[in-house]
């Protein structure tokens, strides 16, 4: 997967960001990861101990974490002691990537340069930003927005109304009309007197042969990834918030909602109206009945259905007439 980023950076140590912490190894920061992705120079966090596995094993050079959390990360991380994990998080994004806390629209765009581009065919008010990437035999639609560093693979198709931005996109995918990809999701931290926006610097990245309905939206990460795998289906006016990840071969009906940080499998089959709550981690093969509201893990294999989501079983038992 590329490694692009779409968000300036600026060059801080850790002393100039934690001004009240002191650290045997001071280093500019590479970049601010989950704890799985984390090396070195990259700054991380851990707030909560359902993430104690991943914790344990994290090459971050720094972490944000509280107190009672500290025992679970290695000696190589150099642990950051805080009482609110986000709220220092949230800090320290809007430092390294001021431009991340507010989508400023993309001024770079302009009527894309048919030499550049010589195999794409564009329709009419196509407007693509700065260093734009699409591959050959493509195909964009009329009044379509293609924010800077965008890249789209070969031979896909995006249609009208379309507006994408911090996204990779696979080959051969489909985009129906007014799609909205890439843009900040809903993130705050609540606070007695104000809500403080947490910045979004993760990407939307869509695999090969992925089609993707009209009206859809889906978020980018915060500092994770959005992940759409290869070959999975969305109907109309489904929305994914930030650092979802869904797996290969998914069918997912219309108006079905996502909630942050879950994690779909493979084969997965959704039916419409239903919604998944956050940070949730739904097994392969899995089945879910139209209009059910998933609240806890489900295991690989399994059919549900209600609200809340129950194994189809019990579901039609504690139904019956």
């Known amino acids: 997967m590329k490694t692009i980023s779409f968000f300036k950076k600026k060059n801080l140590t850790l002393e100039k960001i934690f001004l009240k912490s002191k650290f045997k190894k001071n280093f500019t920061i590479n970049s601010v990861k989950p704890l799985h992705t984390a090396q070195s120079k990259d700054l991380t966090f851990f707030d909560s101990l359902k993430y104690k596995s991943i914790a344990n094993k994290t090459k971050a050079g720094a972490c944000i974490t509280t107190n009672s959390l500290k025992i679970h990360l290695p000696d190589s ?64 639609g009329s009044n379509t927005i293609i924010e800077k560093n965008v890249i789209i693979g070969k031979n896909s198709v995006l249609g009208s109304g379309i507006i994408i931005k911090n996204a990779i996109v696979g080959d051969r995918v489909v985009l129906q009309d007014n799609c909205k990809i890439g843009q900040k999701g809903f993130g705050f931290i609540p606070l007695t007197k104000k809500n403080i926006k947490f910045p979004h610097i993760g990407r939307v990245v869509i695999g090969d042969d992925v089609e993707i309905a009209s009206g859809c939206t889906i978020d980018r990460g915060s500092v994770d990834d959005t992940i759409i795998g290869q070959n999975t289906y969305l109907d109309n006016q489904v929305h994914i918030a930030h650092n979802v990840k869904i797996g290969i071969n998914c069918m997912i009906a219309g108006q079905v909602g996502f909630a942050g940080s879950s994690n779909i499998g493979n084969n997965v089959s959704i039916g419409g109206q239903a919604g998944v709550s956050g940070h949730l981690k739904i097994g392969n093969n899995v089945k879910i009945g139209g209009g059910s509201g998933v609240v806890k893990d489900i295991n690989d294999n399994e059919v549900v259905m209600g609200y809340p989501a129950l194994p189809l079983k019990e579901f039609l038992k504690k139904n019956k007439s």
């Open 77 to 140: 991380a150099q642990k950051i002691i805080v009482e609110k994990v986000l709220l220092e998080l949230a800090n320290a994004l809007n430092k390294i990537y001021p431009s991340a806390s507010v989508d400023i629209p993309d001024l770079t765009l302009k009527k894309p340069n048919k030499k550049k581009y010589k195999t794409v065919k564009f329709g009419n008010n196509v407007l693509v930003g700065k260093d734009v990437k699409i591959g050959n035999n493509s195909i964009i």
